[in-house]
């Protein structure tokens, strides 16, 4: 019997004698303390004079709904966390029930080895593991998380962001996040999983566009050994990586139909089947995606299964560009600066002048956040001096629109030297003038691209690999969708 506390008590509660007796054997079998409920009004009685741990629901109880229990349970402020059980097929049940704050479901027939994981999990405790003891927990303040702690700026619109990170940490749910590229939907994705109770458990982010098609499934899903040629031994996919924890699926847009059908499969299932394997390996994780497309213009446009946007977009945040938050430039000013002058070992900090933000202020930022983290990177850089003036960032005047995304992130060398050699006739170095048209040309892919990799590539009718290795070739750097130019 593993150690049980006041607080592991469990609340069941079902109208069918037959499955309520399911459910308690099997917690029972696994040392829990529980109490059951067949109707909406008992489990209340019992709520108001007990608290417990978890909950679990049907769905469909004879005098109301489990989703009159979640809705008790948020009208209270309780603790307990929700586990509803829907019936087979009906994805609109688990939706609306992990909207009404249900920290997950199980679709019946319930599994029972999926039941038992979903219920530790909701307990905190690792399935198949003792529970962890005091000390040994994950942090669960709200200001345990470090990427929340990282997420700088007070405007309305980002205590919005935190507050809704802070209420989704405490659920399973899927959360999609939106927004432009740069904007911090990773950082606000860490910041979920930072907050939720699987903290210490693996955080694996996948930038979906990044992965060459034919390699989408062994990626996601893992192969064994002789699966196909090279397959020298088992490998694990991210889902298998993120086991416990959270994965994070970057770029979700950009993943082709096909895959999108697997993808939907493994969440439904909550199982994967390596490729080459014979059977399945149940997962037990968080998706949480984000994009920077519309996504339901995706669905429209045929290009994205409207049954798979349903299932990730049970919870949306809006991440908004920097321009529509230029109150918050001076804490992510100074936020971006600590951390890029620790990096670099620079003492002490160096400030922004007031003309500085000014000029800050008067940008369009179109990479948002992380074009600022660029431009504060290269400013600190070049200045060496404890206060960065407004030259110091060397931001065009006036940008907008397309050009200000390649103008504005990355100098090209100099462009407009190839470009006067152009109109002067032969250029004196025939290699560097190419290399400096094709570093042009390729950067503003990529900018046009929102620095994907695969689909700048394809623009100029280039594959991934080919791409890879001329950016390397001319020191363009992208990570995670960011553009460096090193050359
Ligand atoms: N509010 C913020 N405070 C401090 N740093 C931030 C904030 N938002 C973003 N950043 C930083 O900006 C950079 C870009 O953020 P992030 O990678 O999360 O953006 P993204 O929206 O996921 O970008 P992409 O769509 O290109 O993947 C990161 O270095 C991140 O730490």
């Known amino acids: ?13 079902d109208d069918e004698p037959d499955l309520r007796t399911l459910y308690e054997l099997t917690l029972l079998r696994e040392g829990y303390s529980l109490v059951s409920a067949e109707t909406v009004a008992e489990a209340l009685a019992l709520l108001q ?25 948020e009208q209270q402020g309780r603790n307990e966390r929700a586990i509803v059980i829907t019936a087979h097929g009906s994805a609109e049940n688990a939706v609306e ?22 219920v530790a999990t909701a307990l905190g405790r690792e399935p198949g593991r003792p529970a962890p003891r005091r000390e040994e927990a994950a942090p669960r303040t709200s200001s345990s998380s470090g990427a929340l702690a990282r997420l700088a700026g007070r405007s309305p619109a980002m205590e919005q962001v935190r507050e809704l990170i802070r209420k989704v940490g405490r659920s399973m749910a899927p959360v999609l996040l939106q927004g432009e590229s740069g904007t911090g939907k990773e950082l606000v994705a860490r910041a979920i999983h930072g907050e939720g109770s699987r903290a210490s458990q693996p955080f694996i982010a996948v930038n979906c566009g990044a992965i060459p ?7 996601f899903f893992g192969y064994r050994k002789g699966a196909f040629t090279g397959a020298s031994e088992d490998r694990e996919g991210f889902f298998q990586a993120a086991q416990g924890g959270t994965l994070f699926l970057d770029e979700i ?36 995606s984000a994009t920077h497309k519309d996504l339901a213009a995706e669905v429209q446009a045929g290009r994205f299964r409207q049954d798979l946007y349903y299932r990730l977009n049970v919870i949306q945040i809006r991440v908004p560009p920097l321009r529509e938050r230029l109150a918050d ?13 620790r990096d670099a070992g620079v003492h002490p900090v160096p400030r922004l002048s007031p003309g500085a933000l000014a000029r800050l202020s008067a940008y369009a930022f179109p990479g948002n956040v992380r074009e ?15 206060e960065l003036q407004a030259e110091d960032l060397d931001l065009p005047d006036c940008v907008s629109g397309e050009d200000s995304a390649f103008g504005g992130l990355a100098p090209l060398g100099q462009p407009a030297a190839a470009a006067a050699e152009e109109e002067a006739g032969l250029p004196l170095d025939l290699t560097q003038y190419l290399d400096e048209v094709e570093r042009r040309v390729l950067l503003r892919a990529l900018a046009e691209y929102r620095f994907n990799r695969t689909a700048a590539g394809a623009r100029l009718g280039l594959s991934l690999r080919q791409m890879r290795y001329r ?12 553009a460096r130019d090193a050359g």
């Open 97 to 118: 029930a992990l909207k009404a704050g249900a920290f997950d479901y199980l679709t019946k027939p319930v599994d029972l080895r999926q039941f038992r994981s979903v």
């Open 213 to 219: 098609e034919q390699l989408l499934e062994a990626e």
């Open 1 to 13: 019997m593993k150690p049980m506390t006041a607080n592991d008590r469990l609340l069941v509660v």
């Open 253 to 288: 847009g950009d993943l082709p139909l096909a895959m999108q059908s697997k993808l939907l499969r493994a969440i439904q299932e909550r199982s994967v089947r390596p490729v080459g394997a014979v059977s399945e390996t149940p997962v037990n994780l968080r998706l949480l």
């Open 471 to 482: 950016m390397a070739r001319l020191g363009i750097q992208v990570d995670d969708g960011e």
């Open 372 to 386: 600022l983290e660029n431009v504060l990177h290269r400013a600190l850089a070049l200045s060496g001096a404890s």
């Open 329 to 341: 430039l001076p804490d992510i000013g100074t936020s971006l600066l600590e951390r890029i002058a």
């Open 49 to 73: 004079s007990e608290r417990f741990a978890v909950v679990i629901t049907d769905m469909r109880l004879p005098d109301g709904s489990g989703l009159d229990l979640l809705a008790w349970l």
